[in-house]
């Protein structure tokens, strides 16, 4: 299978490109980034435009970017029948829509936006679904470095959507309290979840969900590390993304 990288210079693009190049099963064929046009990854020149995908016969482009970017990328990607595997979060419902409409064929290249690749996240998600309907009140706490440019991050989001799903009601209310710094109790979310954000040095991808009720609670934490705590999902998501059809938001779909 041949694969190629959008946005191959960048922090996460480097360790894809790494990744892909070490796996037997893959060939990393391109890389893309108009900040990095004529540096060499992996051994391969980094071209500035996409068709440097096409012109190597690219079956998966990875896309870790930002959404300003992917928003034109994607459906480039589905108009010359290339698969997409994409790291890139703070799209809108508009972009779910669009990318639906490239993506959702039966005919057309497949794409997963997954909002973590780290299958300890996955997991975590998961856990905190099942959590959900047993517990009066629930909380995320997500936690990454400074640079991020969006909050809450698309796991936050996606483990409060399914969480919210997996219940019949809503997590009971908050309580009156005096605020002294008003946004003090984060945001709230789908059914009533409240969502935290962090953004500090020294720090990778990191969240806790932390669920009460009357004299227990369930705390659900994950972890990243480093940036190769990813690298197993987005391997998994390029070698099964033609058997998993249209537009999936989550990695689930290639998990047993």
């Given amino acids: ?17 790494t990744a892909i190049a070490a796996d037997p099963d893959l060939v990393f064929a391109a890389g893309v980034d108009p900040f990095g046009a004529g540096e060499t990854v992996e051994g391969l020149a980094v071209a500035e435009t996409l068709h440097a995908f096409a012109d190597a016969e690219c079956d998966v482009v990875v896309d870790f970017t ?18 997409a595997v994409v790291g890139t979060s703070g799209f809108t419902t508009e972009d779910f829509d669009l990318f639906e409409s490239v993506f959702g064929g039966d005919d057309c290249p497949n794409c997963v936006i997954a909002p973590n690749f780290a299958i ?16 009066d009140t629930a909380e995320i706490i997500e936690l990454h470095h400074d640079r ?19 219940r019949e009601s809503d997590f009971a209310p908050d309580p009156t309290t005096d605020k002294v710094y008003p946004e003090a109790r984060g945001g709230v979310g789908p059914r009533g979840v409240r969502v935290h954000s962090v953004r500090m040095r020294g720090m990778v991808a990191h969240q806790e969900v932390i669920l009460g009720a009357t004299g227990q609670t369930l705390t659900i934490r994950q972890d990243s590390y480093d940036r190769e705590s990813f690298m197993p999902g987005v391997i998994l998501a390029c070698k099964g993304i033609a058997d998993v059809p249209g537009l999936s938001r989550s990695l689930d779909p290639f998990l047993p």
């Fill in 1 to 17: 299978m041949r694969v190629g990288v959008n946005g191959a210079v960048g922090r996460m693009g480097r360790t894809v490109c």
């Fill in 66 to 83: 930002v959404a300003s970017a992917s928003r034109d990328v994607l459906p480039w990607l589905g108009m010359h029948g290339i698969n």
């Fill in 120 to 135: 300890s996240a996955v997991l975590m998600m998961r856990f905190a679904e099942m959590a959900a309907p047993w517990f």
């Fill in 148 to 166: 991020k440019v969006d909050a809450p991050s698309g796991t936050a989001i996606k483990t409060a959507e399914t969480m919210a799903a997996a």
